[in-house]
Nanobody
Framework: QVQLVESGGGLVQAGGSLRLSCAAS????????MGWYRQAPGKQRELVAA???????NYADSVKGRFTISRDNAKNTVHLQMNSLKPEDTAVYYC????????????????WGQGTQVTVSS
C-alpha cells in the first residue's frame, strides 16, 4: 500500500558530502514521523535522524552538527544532507515512515525503504 524509494547513496571520500532522498507513495492519508536509519556490517540498525510532521528533529549524537534532515510534506519526501562524512558513516541507509493509509486512517504503521549504500573512503 505504501512504497518508500530512496536515492542518493554512493561512494565519497572522507570530508565529502552526500544528500539522500526518500519519496513515499501509495494510498497515503498522512505521514507522521519520517526518518533515516543505518546499518553497518555486523552491527544493529540504528537511528540516524528523524523529523515529525511539525518539523521537530532528532539526531544521533554521532551525526549532530554534520547531518541535516528535512522534509516536504506536500511531496511526501524526506532528505538527509550529510556533510563532513567519516569512514564510520559507511552503512546501508534506510528510510522509514510512520504512515496512516486511507483504508485504515486510525491506524499508524511503519514502512521501510529498500536501503541505499553509503561508502566513505579514508
Amino acid at each position: 500500500q505504501v512504497q518508500l524509494v530512496e536515492s542518493g547513496g554512493g561512494l565519497v571520500q572522507a570530508g565529502g558530502s552526500l544528500r539522500l532522498s526518500c519519496a513515499a507513495s501509495g494510498s497515503i492519508f498522512s505521514i507522521n514521523s519520517m526518518g533515516w536509519y543505518r546499518q553497518a556490517p555486523g552491527k544493529q540498525r540504528e537511528l540516524v535522524a528523524a523529523i515529525t510532521s511539525g518539523d521537530s528533529t532528532n539526531y544521533a549524537d554521532s551525526v549532530k552538527g554534520r547531518f541535516t534532515i528535512s522534509r516536504d510534506n506536500a511531496k511526501n519526501t524526506v532528505h538527509l544532507q550529510m556533510n563532513s562524512l567519516k569512514p564510520e558513516d559507511t552503512a546501508v541507509y534506510y528510510c522509514h515512515a510512520e504512515v496512516r493509509v486511507w483504508v485504515a486512517v486510525t491506524k499508524t504503521e511503519g514502512y521501510w525503504g529498500q536501503g541505499t549504500q553509503v561508502t566513505v573512503s579514508s
